[in-house]
């Protein structure tokens, strides 16, 4: 279990992520998960900085998922899918 810890970010940033790559908005990734937006900004950083990439490019009022954001919310939204599917069996 713990090579498993070492290779995962932290797992209470998999959900905030998830709904900022969806949304394209930290804010409203917030409010949809009853967080503040700096609570998100905070998650997401620390997963950037546990798999040692940037997962958005930050502009002005606006985030942009890198290629390798999207390549990682894709596997985390079919990981969150597959354990939604089992959980509803």
Same mark, same amino acid.
């Given at each position: 279990? +713990?090579?498993?810890? &070492?290779?995962? $970010? $932290?797992?209470?940033?998999?959900? $905030?992520?998830?709904?900022?790559? =969806?949304?394209? +908005? !930290?804010?409203?990734?917030? &409010? ?15 997963? @950037?900085?546990?798999? /040692?990439?940037?997962? !958005? ?9 890198? @290629? *390798? ?5 894709? *596997?985390? =939204?079919? /990981?969150? #899918? #597959?354990?939604? /599917?089992?959980? *509803?069996?």
């Amino acid at each position: 279990m +713990s090579r498993l810890r &070492q290779a995962l $970010p $932290p797992l209470s940033s998999l959900l $905030p992520f998830e709904a900022a790559a =969806r949304h394209q +908005s !930290f804010l409203r990734a917030a &409010q949809e998960l009853n967080l503040t937006q700096a609570a998100i900004s905070r998650r997401i950083r620390a997963m @950037e900085e546990a798999l /040692g990439t940037t997962l !958005f490019e930050r502009r002005h009022r606006q985030v942009v998922l890198t @290629e *390798a954001g999207r390549e990682f919310a894709e *596997a985390v =939204r079919g /990981g969150l #899918d #597959d354990a939604r /599917g089992v959980v *509803a069996q």
